[in-house]
């Protein structure tokens, strides 16, 4: 069995469509996939019936952007329902914040010397509801101004970068209640990647357990080292949380993270199985 958990199709910032990403994550010999775009569900119901057509189980999933005192952190949702009011209302927050920021991304990159018009934007974002500053970068390649992705936010992007402008976003514990109102698990994503161990510190993982029932955290990521993954499975054997592993696929639009490069051990994903059919 091998199982990929996290993966982006351009429903939000990947480049396959759903339909795609299903068939090569058949094609690469997956068992299952899960399809967890930034903010939005919209991808699932073509994930699941392509899945149903090739043979292969797609996991529903969504990747909700949340943070902690201004931090941003990732919450992986799984088996949420995309009725849920709560939950439905406080993402179209977010996207809206997605949108919202954009305006002044685009002026401090005219301040910069590389600009690119909301149009040239736009034409990337195609039919996603939700803006990306992957989406951002695209326009800065394709008006030749950075060679891929990575340079884009190596020099302009990254969170704290000359062009990063703050957006709205959830609580990470208001974030993973919603999740579970919705019916759904809670696991943070890359908790420790990018040098990120400071906003989630083991204090914190263990209140949100106690307090909020985070159900797991994401220990096989391609933002973790061998240290960084082997102290990550540690402690969430110590606090009982999930431990799963992913890609973090997002098709062309990141390099190293091919479908199923991490995956999630099976007995893992029973109990997760387990956890939804109780809720
Ligand atoms: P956004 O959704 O606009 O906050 O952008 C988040 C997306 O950009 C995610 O797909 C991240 O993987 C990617 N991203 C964020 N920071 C970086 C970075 N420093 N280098 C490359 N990609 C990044
Ligand atoms: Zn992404
Ligand atoms: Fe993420
Ligand atoms: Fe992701």
Redesign the pocket.
């Known amino acids: 069995m091998r199982i990929d958990l996290h993966t982006?199709s351009l429903i939000s910032?990947g480049t396959d469509t759903p339909g795609e990403l299903v068939r090569k994550a058949r094609a690469v010999g997956l068992d299952v996939v899960g399809l967890t775009d930034?903010d939005t569900f919209d991808g699932l119901d073509e994930a699941v019936a392509e899945g149903g057509r090739v043979g292969i189980h797609v996991v529903r999933g969504m990747e909700l952007?949340c943070s902690r005192y201004g931090d941003?952190v990732h919450v992986l949702a799984y088996g949420a329902d995309p009725a849920s009011p709560g939950l439905a209302a406080e993402m179209a927050r977010v996207r809206d914040g997605?949108l919202g920021r954009l305006a002044g991304v685009l002026a401090k990159l005219a301040e910069l010397g590389v600009p690119v018009t909301e149009a040239e934007v736009m034409a990337q974002v195609g039919e996603s509801p939700s803006v990306?500053?992957?989406h951002i970068a695209d326009a800065l390649i394709q008006v030749g101004h950075v060679r891929d992705?990575?340079e884009a936010?190596d020099r302009f992007l990254?969170?704290g970068g000359p062009a990063h402008v703050h957006r709205y976003t959830i609580e990470v514990d208001r974030g993973i209640d919603l999740v579970h109102e919705a019916g759904g698990l809670a696991v943070i994503a890359h908790p420790w990647g990018?040098g990120r161990e400071h906003v989630l510190p083991p204090s914190l993982l263990e209140a949100l357990v106690r307090d909020h029932r985070l159900d797991g955290i994401e220990v096989d990521h391609q933002d973790h080292d061998a240290e960084t993954r082997q102290r990550l499975r540690a402690l969430a054997a110590n606090l009982g949380l999930l431990a799963t592993g992913s890609s973090d696929y997002?098709g062309a639009g990141?390099l190293d993270h091919d479908l199923g490069c991490n995956t999630t051990d099976p007995e893992v994903f029973d109990e997760m199985q387990r956890r939804l059919a109780d809720r």
């Open positions: 982006h910032d930034h952007s941003s997605r990306g500053r992957p992705r990575q936010f990254a969170d990018r997002h990141k």
